[in-house]
């Protein structure tokens, strides 16, 4: 029997996070701010990520394209236990990683990339 679209985005999403350990967990959230997929631990609430993601996507296209940086690529945000990272899904949704604190973002960011490039084809 064949995977459903959600199957296959969270089999990519739990490739993602074992193929680069810095990423703690991860989702798929719809520009609208609904979970797609998600890859999140116990104890995170995927209604509160979506909602957040969405809205941080929001206000970062509008900073982007207000002050002349052109389209959003990615936007994220670093506390003092980590990162949160999003990357664009083609313009139907977003790509949301939680990432450890001393992560080689550069390795992050190609795998999410990537990550993205796959599952844009699925959304």
Request: aromatic share 2%; proline share 2%.
């Amino acid at each position: 029997m064949a995977k459903s679209r959600t199957e296959l985005m969270h089999d990519r999403l739990r490739d993602l996070q074992a193929g680069t350990p810095d990423i703690e967990a991860s989702a798929v959230v719809s520009v609208d701010g609904l979970i797609m997929a998600s890859s999140l631990p116990a104890g995170v609430e995927d209604d509160r990520v979506s909602a957040m993601s969405a809205a941080m996507l929001s206000l970062g296209e509008r900073i982007s394209s207000e002050l002349g940086r052109g389209e959003l690529d990615q936007v994220y945000v670093r506390g003092n236990k980590g990162f949160v990272i999003l990357m664009s899904i083609g313009e139907e949704a977003v790509l949301t990683a939680l990432v450890r604190e001393d992560a080689k973002l550069g390795l992050v960011f190609l795998d999410m990339k990537r990550a993205a490039s796959d599952l844009e084809k699925l959304v």
